[in-house]
Each structure stands twice: as C-alpha cells, then as structure tokens.
C-alpha cells in the first residue's frame, strides 16, 4: 500500500499513542497499577465499592494522557532575534513567544531552547498555565567572542498536566541564525598617501563603467544634442560622431585580506588572524561610510558578495546593505590551505584599482615580491604586516618581516608592522601621514610607546 495511505495513518497513531504512554510519570504509573490491581481484587473479592475505585484509579492518568496528548498540538512558538547580526563580545537578546490556541487551558510549560555552547548556557523557563487563547513571553542572551554563524533551535516544549500524571515533549522544527561578526573599530578620516586630491576628500577615483559616458566620441544616437557633434571624427569614421561627457568617478577601495594557513601561528579572539580579520571589517566600513565602491578579496582570489560582476559593492546599493553582506563573509572566513596570493594578484586589474589596503601575514621571499607586485595595480597600497611568532612571543619583529617591510616600501607601499594588540586606529593615523616607501618608525613609537614590540616593530 502507497504511504501515506489508510494504514499509514494507522501506524502514526498507534504510535503516537505509545509516545504518549510512554510520557507518564511515576506517579502516573503507580496510579494506574493501582487501579488495575484494585480492579483485579475486586474482580476476585466481589468488592464491588473497590472495582468503581479502581477504575478510577486507572482511568485518571489515561484521561491525563489523552488530554495532554491532544493539547501538544495546540500550542504554538515562535523565536526572535535582535539583532540578527552582533559583533562579537556584544550580547543579542532572544525573545521566546509561547501561545495557546486551543479552546483548553494548559497545565505546566517547561520551555528548552537548543544554543550552541559557545553562547551561553542552555536557556530553560518553567511557565504556569496558559489559559485558552492566552500567549506567555520570554527571552534571554546570548554572546560569543568568537565570529560565526550559530544555529538556535530548534526549541522543546515539554507540558505537564495539573496532577502531574503525564509529561510529553514537543520539539518544533524551526530554528533561527545569529551571525556574530567581527568587532571593528572606528577610524579617523585621514587622507592616505597617494589617494588623489581635488574632489571631496582626496579620494582615488576610478571611472564607472555601467552605462556611463566614456571620453572618446560615439556614433551619433537619436536624440543626442547635435552641439555635441565632433567632426573632425566625423570625417575621421564617416558617420556622424558625439563627444561623451566626461565619466563621472567613483571612489575605489579594495581590501586584500591574507587567510593563508601557512601565514598565521595561533589561534583564538586574541591571535594575529583574528586581528587581521577585524582589522579588515573595520576598514570595509570606514571606506563604506566614506562614500567609497569597496571590494574584498582574499589570498585565494575569489571576491567575496558584492552588487558587482567586478566585486565592488555599495555603488548601487546602500552602504549599509553592503557592509552588511561583507560583515556576514568576514563572519565566516576561516584559513585557506593556499601557499600564495598569486590568485589575488591576478584578480586584481591592470588598470586603476583605486586605494588597496592589504592585511598580511608571514611571507617568504617569493610571496613577498609578489604582494610588492601589488603596487603596480593600485593608485595607493597600505599594508598592515603581522608577525604571527611576535603575537606568541610577544617578543620583537623578526629580522625576515623587516625585510619584508622593507621590500614593500621599495615597491611604493606604505607598510605598518602591526605588534601585539596594536590598535588599528593608532596604525591608520600613522598610515596616513607616511609617506609612500618612507620608513614609519619615527611617528608609529612616539604615538605607541608602551605597547608590546613596538621598537622592534617599527624598524
């Protein structure tokens, strides 16, 4: 017979019926061996006084379940976050909404919701009776200092009726997700080397490509302004040929984060990669907020969700959604098993790619010329470099990240060592008032003194 036919439903009933049996309590049990042996006693005896309380005794808990089995069914729960999205360390309330939509009233509720571990303790509530049609809410936090997307859900239910015969559970199958993104500091507006001069505040600009005018004469469309007409073109081409408006520019940012295994030692909210994590989050929305088009790409390659076939997001859309979609992709970013930023250096286009901040980990020689290779692709490059041994040590830079600094600021780069639990707010104003391949020892001590590794990390 098909599923879900007549005997089908047969075996779901049956075997709710068991479930429900199966939810007595040990008082519910002795009651109702009780009342089986009085009954039997009294079968025995002729007691007929005895029979009716046996009966009793055994019908009362089979009431309590059928009661209970039906009302299980009748209430309903929802879940609600806010916010949905939460930097880590900062806590997110969840609001638990319980209602009864039965014509009966509940006994005893006892709320359960499934939360990862890292959140926080389980969260349990005990609710008294719930009249017919009547809603009970409650809530409870949640926090973790560690990013990532967390299920919650999905919740248990678990009802008891007021002489507490029975206790059944019901589990509702919806959950919702808390994604705890990176925590981000604010930056102070500073006008990197390098960034152009003389529209708003200094920003590198780059031309629009989606629909916009270019510099070079078209062919003549209908309705085009015949003032327009270049004819020296014209008689160039033989058709009739416009000059295009100059293009408007936008603002170009794009941020280059190094997730390499091989490039980071440690693990844990205080370790380099999670610093670079945050750091990266924390340039996204300061660029965002500037009114710049920003991309963020990793050493494997591929642009992370943008509005854009080329990556670039908050152009057409709020910067608020874009940094959103960002935040919730730096969420989850995790070590890549990539040796190289070959890939990202290939992303990135011969043309002017506008300001590219890049936050690096432990290079070598080969992986070192090729992020000084970078420059060539940018209007401006700030690099941000972490010694992961000198985040386990605490010790000072070592001699091969001295190199690499200096590498890259041969190559054009404003590059900052970043030491142990460096603010990057201290290290962006010092960035922004280096000079591009100048040597940024002299203003990052005198602005840091009294951090870990700072005169080692300044060199």
């Known amino acids: 017979m098909a599923a879900g036919g007549p005997a089908a439903r047969e075996g779901e009933s049956m075997g709710g019926v068991r479930a429900a049996l199966g939810g007595l309590t040990t008082r519910g049990r002795s009651f109702l061996a009780a009342g089986i042996a009085a009954a039997i006693c009294a079968y025995v ?42 930097a880590a360390g900062a806590e997110a309330r969840v609001h638990l ?5 039965s014509r009966l009233p ?11 571990y890292v959140l926080g303790p389980r969260p349990r509530f005990v609710l008294d009776r719930v009249e017919a049609g009547g809603r009970r ?21 678990r009802l008891s009726d007021p002489f507490g015969m029975c206790e059944l559970t019901r589990s509702f199958s919806a959950y919702d997700m808390l994604t705890v993104v990176p925590r981000t500091e604010p930056l102070p507006p500073t006008r990197l080397s390098g960034e152009a001069s003389g529209y708003g505040e200094g920003r590198q600009r780059s031309l629009a490509l989606a629909g916009e005018d270019d510099v070079i004469p ?13 004819w020296r073109s014209t008689a160039r081409y033989g058709e009739l040929m416009v000059r295009r408006e100059e293009q408007p520019q936008r603002a170009r940012c794009t941020v280059l984060l190094d997730t390499r295994a091989v490039a980071y030692q440690g693990a844990g909210p205080d370790s380099a990669f999670e610093w670079a994590v945050s750091g990266a989050a924390s340039v996204l929305v300061h660029m965002l907020e500037r009114g710049f088009t920003v991309r963020l790409l990793t050493d494997e390659g591929g642009a992370l969700p943008g509005d854009a076939g080329d990556g670039f997001a908050g152009s057409a859309q709020d910067s608020a959604d874009a940094a959103g979609l960002m935040m919730d992709a730096l969420a989850v970013v995790d070590h890549s098993d990539g040796a190289g930023l070959s890939r990202a250096y290939d992303l990135l286009r011969g043309g002017n790619e506008g300001l590219l901040v890049a936050f690096i980990g432990d290079l070598d020689e080969e992986q070192a010329a090729v992020a000084a ?3 060539q692709r940018s209007g401006a490059a700030v690099a941000f470099v972490l010694d992961s041994g000198t985040w386990l040590t605490g010790g000072a830079v070592a001699g091969a990240v ?13 590059a900052v060592a970043v030491p142990p639990g460096a603010s990057l707010t201290e290290l962006w104003r010092h960035a922004g008032r280096a000079r591009p391949g100048a040597d940024t020892a002299g203003g990052a001590a005198s602005g840091m003194s009294g951090m870990t590794g700072v005169s080692g990390g300044w060199s």
């Open 45 to 86: 005896l002729g007691q007929g006084d005895l029979l009716r309380v046996g009966l009793l005794l055994a019908v009362l808990p089979l009431i309590c379940v059928t009661v209970l089995y039906r009302t299980r069914h009748q209430v309903a729960g929802s879940r609600r976050l806010s916010p949905q999205r939460v």
């Open 97 to 101: 909404r319980m209602e009864n939509v």
């Open 106 to 116: 509940t006994g005893l509720l006892m709320l359960q919701d499934h939360v990862p």
């Open 137 to 157: 809410e409650v809530s409870y936090r949640v926090r973790s200092d560690l990013r990532g997307r967390y299920p919650l859900g999905p919740l248990q239910l």
């Open 218 to 230: 078209r062919e003549y469309r209908y309705g085009d302004d015949l003032r327009r007409v270049h």
């Open 373 to 375: 290779r970078m420059r």
């Open 402 to 414: 001295e190199d690499t600094l200096r590498r890259l600021r041969d190559a054009g780069w404003t």
